[in-house]
């Protein structure tokens, strides 16, 4: 009887509650649409849900030859999804393995948008860290992420970043020829599309191509695909090549150059002092990752730009170096060191310094990673310069959405995320394969250190 009477209690105050309140809007008009308005939020006020990984996957594909490796990241909203680029292309079945035995396990269920935390814990997860494989593994973890972070705040990701500090992202392009000559015509033929800026190469690294048959092929020694460079030659090359192509081109372009650490330290010395009249943009990769105390005696024989970086696997790698200014261009290799978020990092230490950026962008790189690439590049305040994006029709077929080169320039297509997707079906009529030769030697058959 107790209980009854307490409930009827209750239903009376409701009501007189119920009229007090209709009466305050009747004599307040304003309080009603005051009411409305407070449940009518504007929609960033209600924030995004939260979403978890429901799958990783590796894709696999090789449509211009060069081994490609995309992680796909699926979520728990019905067709959103990120792409981003884990290419290993020496290493590519294991990068493979990586994704789909271990990184599968270790990502679902946990929230797409904790881009940071993932990072870190994928990247101590294994205990022993570092390495291509799994630091490649989670570069695409990474930047599929952010992938979903731009499309679920439907943002292109350089928004995300800062915002654009240029209109689009200048970039140089590869000239090579058998002879100086050569070289120089593409030079002028790149000039005439709108490149300001152009790499040069004789034969390729080294001219590897053009130094005929060693003795180490006459002893049958090694294998048949291996490589051969005759150091002294190359050494003898390069100044001849700036020569030319100065002399052929004019002042106005701006020249790059390649040692790829194929020379002893002291040869490179001679040979970044040697291009010094010819005022070189930068001179790439003097020294292998296992002789950097060499880059003070570099630094004190020339003034001419260095560039280094795109064999490091560990970020960490890079504080010193740059903390000391030994070089000028940041060679960072985005699905080698582990993604956008690894790669902001070196940018913004590397803007204190006075260090810029110049992301390396070879073949062997995804659209979808060129794609990460040109974002950063749009975002940093201290970008230098990028490598071109050359794509082909087919991988352009496969990877709608890709990045394109137009008057030297590359550029992004707008739209949220990294803006690139992947037609499956295509990718794998594409299928990968086990071919990797990076083996060059001297003329005895010593192996020379890419």
Known sequence: MHTKNNNSRRRLLKGLG???????????????????????????????????????????????????????????????????????????????????????????????????????????????????????????????????????????????????????????????????????????????????????????????????????????????????????????????????????????????????????????????????PYHPFFIEDPFSPEQMEWFQALREATTVPLAMGELFNNINEFKEPITNRMFDYIRIHISQIGGISPAMKVARLGEFYGVKTAWHGPGDVSPVGHAANAHIDLAVWNFGIQEAARISDLSREIFPGSPVMKDGYMWVNEAPGLGVDINEDLAKKHPMHTRSNWTVRKFDGTIIRP
């Open 18 to 276: 119920l009229g007090a309140m209709t009466g305050f809007m009747g004599l307040y008009p304003g309080a009603d649409s005051m009411a409305r308005n407070e449940k009518e939020k504007p929609a960033y006020l209600n924030g995004l849900p939260p979403l978890k990984i429901t799958n990783v996957k590796a894709i696999g594909t090789a449509p211009s030859g060069s081994n490609l490796i995309v992680v796909k990241v699926e979520t728990s909203e019905p067709g959103l999804y990120g792409l981003g680029c884990a290419t290993f292309t020496q290493r590519a079945f294991a990068v493979i393995t990586a994704i789909e035995k271990y990184l599968q396990d270790f990502c679902v269920g946990k929230d797409v948008d904790n881009i940071e935390d993932m990072w870190q814990s994928a990247f101590v997860s294994s205990y022993w860290r570092n390495g291509p494989v799994l630091n490649n593994a989670i570069s695409g973890l990474d930047q599929a992420l952010w992938d979903i972070k731009g499309k679920r705040a439907n943002m292109p990701v350089y928004q995300l970043l800062g915002g654009k500090c240029r209109f689009a992202v200048p970039c140089y392009t590869h000239a090579s020829g058998n002879t100086p000559e050569a070289a120089a015509d593409q030079v002028s033929g790149y000039m005439e599309e709108g490149y300001r800026y152009v790499r040069i190469q004789q034969g390729g690294y080294g001219g590897t191509a053009l130094t005929g048959e060693p003795d180490f092929k006459k002893q049958n020694y090694g294998r048949e695909s291996d490589q051969y460079m005759d150091q002294g030659k190359y050494i003898r090359d390069v100044p001849k090549l700036f020569e030319t192509v100065r002399r052929q081109c004019g002042e106005e372009v701006e020249l790059l150059h390649d040692i790829h650490e194929r020379l002893e330290p002291m040869d490179a010395i001679r040979v970044v002092k040697s291009t010094e």
